[in-house]
């Protein structure tokens, strides 16, 4: 198993574009999420999905969008990309919400200049 | 809103001591607490995973402990290596999120 996929690793955007983060997980976890972490800080969650179709926003979800449309890929689309978006983003999955660790990716560090 | 604070920020120890990480959460309704270790420019490992039924968890040389009613949590690294250096992160679990505190940097000095 791969466990958790991320890509790109790095990305630079200048402000005012988009751009779409990839997630991928072959472990049939029902629960993704996605988190960004600031230098120093913990990770705030952005948007976590429960099962294909179903997403909910999560601490920090202005400026980002998210879609499910299989249980393997969640994807997390920045539009007019922010310099308050620079940071490192990361993907985790869990078997379930409650009971069950979340694994993660290696990460994604975007900067917007 | 739950909040969660780990002290100290950083930590330096000489090699094979033994030395416990800190975690408190405001909020005792919780589901689950999770250790993570992180290395520079690394994703996150999961160490320990402590159901909020359970006290403790042990992983070789890593004893996590929860106390809900006080809101803490420990992580115990025994006999300490160089190659524990890493950030340590705590977790929280509600039903469906993680909140994370900012995590000790741990160097463990040869």
């Known amino acids: 198993n791969a466990g958790v996929t991320q890509t790109p690793k790095f990305r630079i955007l200048k402000i005012g574009q988009s751009m779409t983060l990839q997630c991928t997980q072959d472990m049939n976890h029902n629960y993704m999420y996605w988190y960004r972490q600031d230098p120093g800080m913990g990770l705030k969650l952005i948007y976590y999905?429960?099962?294909?179709?179903?997403?909910d926003k999560g601490e920090v979800p202005n400026g980002y969008n998210v879609s499910r449309s299989t249980t393997e890929d969640f994807p997390l689309r920045l539009e007019l990309a922010a310099p308050s978006q620079t940071s490192v983003y990361f993907c985790?999955?869990?078997?379930?919400?409650?009971?069950?660790?979340?694994?993660f990716g290696p990460g994604t560090r975007l900067t917007v200049t | 809103k739950q909040e969660v604070t780990q002290i100290p920020a950083a930590l330096s120890v000489p090699e094979g001591e033994n030395l416990v990480l800190n975690c408190s959460f405001t909020d005792s309704a919780i589901y689950n607490l999770q250790w993570f270790r992180q290395d520079p420019g690394k994703g996150l490992t999961s160490l320990l995973l402590?159901?909020?039924?359970?006290r403790e968890q042990t992983s070789g040389r890593l004893n996590a402990s929860l106390d809900k009613s006080s809101g803490r949590s420990t992580l115990y690294i025994a006999a300490s290596q160089p190659g524990d250096s890493a950030t340590y992160l705590c977790a929280v679990g509600s039903a469906r999120q993680l909140t994370f505190g900012s995590g000790t940097q741990l160097t463990v000095l040869p």
């Open positions: 985790a999955s869990s078997y379930s919400g409650r009971d069950h660790e979340q694994y």
């Open positions: 402590i159901q909020s039924s359970q």
């Open positions: 999905s429960v099962g294909a179709g179903i997403t």
